[in-house]
């Protein structure tokens, strides 16, 4: 029989990517936070200060924070997807990319 480990494996595959990414070190809860700004300059510095990541900083963060926003689904809670949203947008502006925001109804 194998041994059990302490710790409980996360139950899906997409837990464990947004626990533990190969590209970066993400803060504990950073997608739980209700300041988009946090969020963004949280993930900004993650993706700044990896070794690991096989893009563009601004690439690799946005990509963790489009991961995370598709993954939760319908199972995401609309308020925390509008400031996921908006984290994308402070993302953007943080790298720069003011010009890529598109226009919200």
Known sequence: ????SNTAAPKNWTAKITLSSDALDLEKGVFTWKDPMKIARSLKHSADTSTRRKSTPFRSAMSMLVFYINRAGSTLDP???????????ELRRLYGRGELVRNKK
């Open 1 to 4: 029989m194998a041994a059990e």
């Open 79 to 89: 308020e925390q997807k509008r400031i996921l949203e908006q984290a994308k947008d």
